[in-house]
């Protein structure tokens, strides 16, 4: 919050304070009139109101709190309809084994995991197709394991049951992305736990 009250305020309120016609006669009422007067000024001036401007930085900021490089840019809360919502919509957009299985040995091998393990190992996208995630972008893609708490199956389901909040309009797209992103273990909690949605495992 920034405060309006700065140098030139201060300036004018001392210069109409040693003003002969402000001058304070202390059997009259004007002084506290005055002191009245101050404080007003000074509750105006430290009250911030959002100017359009704060609200498009703020806007801005929410829009960035996914990266655009993890984002399909044809996935807006305005083409859900023609996209996401669409039955068999990510399996057209899906990266051939081909392409995932080549990112997911480079990406084992960067991490020295066991190649025998790749079985066991899901090449995720960490924002889901189903939600307009990239397809294609390494920065989209990242190894997890199947089973377990922080198993890409657990999420799954996750992503199967924020889709559907999307289409039903109970959940705004960014809101289902940022959730998914910044901490799908709580959007698990908040969204197949908490939320009475019937969601196949």
């Known amino acids: 919050m920034k405060f309006g009250f700065g140098a030139p305020a201060v300036k004018e309120m001392l210069a109409v304070r040693a003003s002969p016609r402000y001058a304070l006669d202390p059997c009259s009422s004007k002084p506290r009139q005055f002191l009245s007067a101050i404080l007003l000024a000074m509750l105006a001036a430290c009250t911030s109101v959002p100017t359009p401007r704060d609200g498009a930085a703020v806007a801005e900021t929410v829009a960035q709190s996914v990266p655009l490089e993890l984002l ?5 809360q305005d083409t859900i309809a023609q996209t996401i919502c669409v039955p068999g919509y990510t399996a057209s957009i899906r990266p051939s084994t081909t392409y995932t299985n080549g990112v997911k040995l480079k990406l084992m091998h960067e991490k020295s995991i066991p190649p025998e393990t790749t079985g066991s190992i899901e090449l995720d996208h960490r924002i889901p197709l189903a939600l307009g995630g990239h397809p294609r972008n390494l920065q989209n893609l990242t190894l997890q394991p199947w089973e377990g708490e922080d198993g890409a199956k657990k999420k799954d389901r996750l992503e199967r049951a924020l889709q559907k909040l999307v289409c039903a309009s ?18 698990y909690r908040t969204y197949v736990i908490s939320r009475p949605l019937t969601v196949s495992p």
Request: no cysteine; net charge neutral; glycine share 0%.
């Open 170 to 187: 109970k959940v705004m797209l960014e809101d289902a992305r940022r959730a998914i992103y910044v901490d799908w273990q709580a959007a």
């Open 72 to 76: 399909n840019p044809d996935v807006r």
